[in-house]
């Protein structure tokens, strides 16, 4: 049995096999996962991917049906939820309201009896700047306060692993950016292992060190955000992490460094080799939007150029600093282009014929071509 | 004209007679109560503080009051008890007859008092249990229990279970959750439903005397002397139950009130 400890440094946290069946469906399906001991990982995807009920069976509070939990090496699976060294910030914050803020932030360390729980738990509440509504009822807080103490009162117990269940899911847009700063913050200051699920996928990039996208109940992808945001290997990934273009085809032939990639309309598209995670049959060709150019009229193809043209501009919207683009290409579908407005204004009218063109590096290959269809009513 | 002050005064004038019809018997009883009665207290025979400070005097009603507060305590406890056990379970459980249970509960509320008390005596006989103060306080139980589980349940469904994971997840171990958590968070309604208890057993005739043998409650100590009058301490204690209520209800509601109003201030 795991004893519960005070850390330090956080510790590392293996999934293996880790499979969750309710009545008539699959939640979690043979998910293999490792945190490194110290990092901010998140686990990011839409509402009914599976991503809270892990999160559950990693605090104790779901019992899996299949596979291990191991924590800093040592088997958790069976131990109970308050056994466990890992604390949990609640969506709902799931502060106790009958106690004051201060012995809501104490609860878990005088269950484990420690004893200098009163400097701790007031030094925690002095972390989150709320020392002075120590003796107030959670009713009395704002909705920003109350996270914060939701948010101390598990950081106090220094748990080897701090799981957060969208813990800013119910501020506002602001409170919400304030509360992402701070909360990095805190994880650097305290050094915890952080377990973070949210379906922000910008949330997710700006204070994540791993990210992984999770989908009907796997793992889709896992890395560092910028590399999962330059180099998405399925169509989920590349439409949850940022906005593609997906262009469907079948790769037609390949050499060492590229691959070519027939899509309808007679157009041939190249993607490099190491940028694909499919190199032939179906492959998918798949582009950032503010990694396009546009064109009036055609443009001649090159060889380290994609141009598709003959698209008619549908949409322009100015935002000011870019303007984005939507420009309907027929069978190949709806294509979106953001341009920085660097010279002036935007260049091309609604009605437009054009063309679009990006650097064959740019692109990427994906081994599906169109994501999977995220069934809210699987909600849990 | 005459018309429309007739319709504005009807309002009024209905109120009035309402009220009156409630308050006249509670009034009697209380006016009584001062009766310097000897033998029988109907007709009014001048005033008397001697009812009130010597209440024991007549036979019987002392004994039947305390009868009564004994069986109101201790089945309200059972019931309390148990029917919180019952509506936590029923709420917070996934069982096998969860939903029969649910329904069952609300037997004893739905069968008239005459075929549950004449029941539960036959049930007594046939077990050969003597008639007394623990069949009354077993028929009480059972009658309150209902009602304690259909107010208990609301207040555990209005409960976020979260709370109580973040006690678990808390290092707080199950007896440590409910002690410190869901108890707490459930007194308002375990409170509500004891009250309810209380005031239905001690309220109670139809069942316990069906099932008291030759116990005396205060509902059947009345019953039994009106045959040859209710001597004027019934009254007594009758009043001071209704005064002690009242100005019971009146400091609760006083003092949320005033909660209320330095919660709304501080926030």
Redesign the interface.
């Known amino acids: 049995m795991a004893e ?1 400890s005070l850390s330090s440094s956080g510790t590392e946290l293996t999934l293996q096999g880790i499979r969750k069946e309710f009545p008539g469906f699959v939640a979690v399906d043979n998910l293999d996962l490792t945190i490194r001991a110290g990092e901010f990982f998140a686990l990011l995807g839409p509402s009914g991917c599976g991503k809270t009920t892990t999160l559950r069976m990693i ?3 779901e019992d899996p049906s299949a596979g291990k939990i191991l924590l800093g090496g040592v088997d958790i699976t069976d131990t ?4 466990r060294p ?3 910030v ?3 914050y ?5 106690l004051t803020i201060f012995e809501n932030v104490a ?2 360390l005088r ?2 009896k420690v004893s200098n729980a009163k400097e701790l738990a007031l030094a925690a509440l002095d972390l989150v700047q709320l020392a002075h509504v120590a003796d ?2 959670p ?2 807080l704002s909705g920003g306060q109350q996270q914060r103490v939701a948010l101390a ?2 950081i106090v ?1 220094r748990p080897a692993l701090l799981l957060l269940d969208e813990p800013l899911g119910a501020l506002d847009l602001k409170l919400r950016r304030e509360m992402q700063v701070e909360l990095k913050k805190i994880q650097a200051d305290v050094g915890l292992t952080f377990l973070h699920v949210t379906h922000d996928q910008e949330e997710a990039m700006t204070m994540a060190d791993t990210v992984a996208v999770m989908n009907n109940g796997h793992i889709e992808q896992m890395g560092a955000p910028e590399s999962m945001y330059d180099l998405p290997e399925t169509a989920f990934v590349a439409d949850f992490l940022g906005q593609s273009n997906v262009f469907r085809g079948m790769a037609s032939s390949a050499n060492a460094s590229t691959i070519e990639v027939a899509i309808p309309g007679g157009t041939t598209l190249r993607v490099p080799v190491a940028r694909a995670s499919a190199h032939s049959g179906d492959v998918s060709v798949g582009v950032r939007p503010e990694k396009m150019s546009i064109h009036a009229g055609a443009v001649a193809p090159q060889t380290d150029t994609n141009v598709i043209s003959g698209g008619r501009v549908t949409d322009v919207s100015f935002t000011g600093v870019s303007s984005q683009y939507s420009i309907d290409f027929g069978p190949l579908g709806n294509v979106v282009v953001f341009e920085q407005n660097l010279k002036a204004l935007p260049t091309v009218d609604l009605g437009d014929v054009v063309s679009v063109s990006w650097k064959v590096e740019r692109g990427f290959g994906l081994r599906d071509h169109r994501a999977a269809v995220i069934d809210e009513a699987s909600e849990l | 004209m005459k018309g429309s002050i007739f319709g504005r005064a009807l309002l009024p004038i209905y109120t009035i007679l309402a009220l009156l019809f409630l308050l006249i018997p509670i009034v009697y009883t209380f006016i009584f109560s001062f009766n310097d009665a000897f033998k029988t207290n109907i007709q009014w025979q001048g005033f008397t503080w001697h009812n009130w400070t010597n209440v024991c005097d007549a036979q019987g009603v002392c004994e039947a009051f305390g009868n009564s507060i004994i069986v109101g305590v201790v089945a309200t406890l059972a019931a309390t008890a148990l029917g919180t056990a019952l509506a936590i379970a029923l709420v917070r459980y996934k069982f096998r007859g969860r939903n029969i249970v649910s329904l069952l509960i609300f037997l004893p509320m739905a069968t008239p008092e005459v075929v549950l008390g004449a029941g539960l005596a036959a049930q007594f006989f046939s077990l050969g249990t003597p008639k007394g103060m623990l069949t009354v306080i077993i028929a009480h139980t059972l009658f309150c229990l209902s009602f304690v589980v259909v107010t208990v349940k609301a207040r555990v469904a209005s409960l ?1 279970a ?2 109580e ?10 007896g ?2 409910f002690w410190r ?1 869901t108890f ?2 459930l007194i308002p309604g375990i409170a509500a439903a004891a009250l309810l208890s209380f005031a239905l057993s001690f309220d109670d005739f139809i069942i316990t005397y069906f099932n008291s043998g030759s116990m005396q409650t205060f509902p059947t100590f009345i019953y039994i002397s009106a045959v040859r009058g209710v001597p004027p301490e019934a009254n007594v204690i009758a009043s001071a139950v209704f005064v002690l209520a009242i100005v019971g209800v009146t400091i609760s509601q006083v003092v949320s009130s005033v909660r209320r109003r330095r ?1 709304a201030a ?2």
Do not use: C, M, W
């Open positions: 519960v605090a104790g509070l109970k939820a308050y056994k890992v604390n949990t609640f969506q709902s799931a502060l106790f309201p009958h609860f878990g269950r484990r107030r009822r009713a009395q009162r598990a117990n | 976020d979260s709370i994971e973040a006690g678990r997840d808390l290092y707080a171990s199950p440590q959750v958590i707490p968070l919660l501080s926030r």
